[in-house]
């Protein structure tokens, strides 16, 4: 006997644990299986670039810690770097280190948070997290007593940072960075022979090196894929040409590997600190610019190597006090554009998986 | 660099500097597969793309990027047609062209002829405008954007 089936749609979200935001699927399943997926965002939509036409180019930095709200340093370096570029404005070497820092530090909160939600949706629920907010809530406290922020800093100034860590700030990084290698050993131990995780992970939403290279795919997951691309290395900003660091790359382009790829990010992230620490140079840590900057008629685009990806920032000026246009390449929706090959043919669950490896923040997606 | 597009795709380039090329539109998806194609542009990643008003026309942006010899390569695409501006769609050559083109359709009002998903992405079917043009904000003042009504109320319901 044959059983007819015929398919239906399924919601998930926008309010659902394993969308990390408000952010909606459709899916249209047969049986357990995903005919189609598309997905429905807009609900985080503030209109961002439309208000940076309205602001100066310093009003503009809180609103870029607001798009990405897990990597607020990194939003405001290649806001920053990208008006530094159209304005032609130098940098003080320690403020370069300092970006280094606070933006690497940045990096390890947020792969913590990204590697504790991906193994919370592949089924560890919270206890993996947690070991994982433990680390992130001291890297917190370090941008805190910096610039009094915990997640939107505003820290990054167009010419440098705004504040200099206060004295207290250095024992409190060196226990941290002292620290970071025992932990991510632990869980490297708890979780990288995990044979649920591996069941859940390996071989799921895979992605091949062409695929992710047209499909506009950057950051852990295009490096999972096996293409050793950082702009870390190929575009060096700030003094990133200075470290020495590796760029660590998956084999198959599956779940696994970006889970991987963003676990030994964070050893390399910390070798950084570890460098940029010990180099650190005295000096100013910004320059100072004119409150009301008029850079000249022209564009700028700058990118960094944010957490999720290439994270860019194009600035046009009609040589006004505010930016003419301002749009951010947001590598959170640019990685989902694969979404559909990688989902379609799966099993809902492995569909979760593969939404949680690609580490998705819905500030950034809606902007 | 320009030199070098005219001839493999000869009449698509309008001008160029030595940051940008602009191309003609109805030429764009043949540059671009020239680009991606050509072993010395290798312009594999289509790294970003975004729409710009300049008040007198809107101007298309491709960032590409080449992974293997690391250069940057802008193309530009300017379209005159204020109220039916379109540009055919990369979708084609990049994938990775699927969400930005529909995020530069929702928000800037650009279509792009052959994309295969064109539908508002940030905003709702049927939403007055398209936010990022420079005479959005001149919409006449009893025009509100957003819904008329609560979506479950019918418009004809008295209160």
């Known amino acids: 006997m044959t059983t007819a089936s015929e398919p ?143 997640l939107t800093t505003n820290y990054m100034r167009i010419g440098g940072v705004a504040f200099d860590p206060p004295p207290e700030f250095y024992p409190a990084i060196e226990s941290l960075i002292a620290e970071m290698p025992t932990r991510i050993a632990e869980y490297t131990e708890l979780l990288v022979d995990n044979e649920i995780l591996i069941a859940r992970a390996r071989g799921i939403g895979v992605l091949t090196a062409a695929e992710a290279i047209n499909g506009s795919i950057t950051g852990p997951m295009l490096r999972a894929s096996g293409v050793p691309w950082d702009l870390r290395k190929a575009e060096p900003y700030c003094a990133y040409d200075q470290f020495d660091f590796e760029i660590p790359v998956g084999h198959t382009g599956d779940c696994y590997d970006r889970f991987m790829v963003r676990l030994e990010e964070m050893r390399q992230s910390v070798r950084i600190i570890r460098q940029a620490l010990d180099g650190l140079p005295s000096g100013p840590h910004k320059t100072e610019i004119p409150l009301a900057l008029r850079p000249a008629p022209g564009e700028a685009y700058a990118r960094v190597e944010g957490p999720r990806g290439e994270l860019g920032f194009y600035v046009v000026s009609d040589g006004g006090p505010a930016p003419a246009r301002f749009h951010i390449r947001a590598p959170s929706l640019i990685n989902l554009s694969l979404l559909r090959q990688m989902a379609v043919g799966a099993a809902l669950p492995d569909a979760i998986v593969t939404l949680g490896s690609t580490d998705i923040v819905v500030g950034e997606i809606d902007r | 660099m320009a030199a070098l597009l005219e001839a493999g795709v000869p009449g698509s380039v309008v001008t160029s500097t030595d940051e940008w090329v602009e191309v003609r539109p109805e030429r764009l998806v043949d540059a671009l597969r020239w680009l991606h194609d050509d072993p010395e542009m290798d312009a594999a990643q289509l790294s970003n793309m975004c729409g710009v008003d300049r008040y007198d026309h809107f101007e298309v942006v491709y960032h590409l990027q080449s992974l293997d010899q690391n250069h940057q390569i802008v193309v530009k695409a300017r379209l005159h047609d204020h109220e039916a501006a379109s540009v055919p769609s990369s979708y084609p050559v990049y994938t990775g062209a699927l969400l930005q083109e529909r995020e530069v359709y929702d928000l800037m009002g650009i279509r792009f002829e052959g994309h295969p998903d064109l539908r508002r992405m940030f905003l709702w079917e049927g939403y007055p405008g398209f936010p990022l043009r420079k005479d959005f904000l001149q919409i006449s003042a009893d025009h509100h954007p957003g819904l008329p009504h609560f979506p479950f109320e019918t418009g004809e319901q008295e209160r």
């Open chain 1, 8 to 150: 239906y749609v399924l919601n998930i979200g926008p309010q659902h644990p394993s969308t990390h935001g408000v952010f909606r699927l459709r899916v249209v399943m047969d049986g357990e299986r995903i005919q189609d997926i598309d997905m429905v965002v807009g609900y985080l939509h503030r209109s961002m670039e439309k208000l940076a036409e309205e602001r100066t180019y310093t009003q503009n930095i809180p609103f870029t810690d607001r798009t990405d709200y897990l990597a607020a340093m990194s939003n405001n370096l290649g806001y920053c770097l990208a008006v530094e570029r159209l304005a032609g404005v130098e940098v003080p070497e320690r403020a370069s280190y300092l970006r280094v820092i606070f933006a690497e530090l940045q990096r390890l909160a947020s792969h913590s948070m990204a590697n504790g939600t991906f193994i919370n949706d592949a089924g560890a629920w919270q206890t993996p997290l947690m070991y994982m907010f433990r680390e992130r809530e001291k890297i917190l406290d370090l941008f805190e007593m910096t610039c009094g922020a915990r």
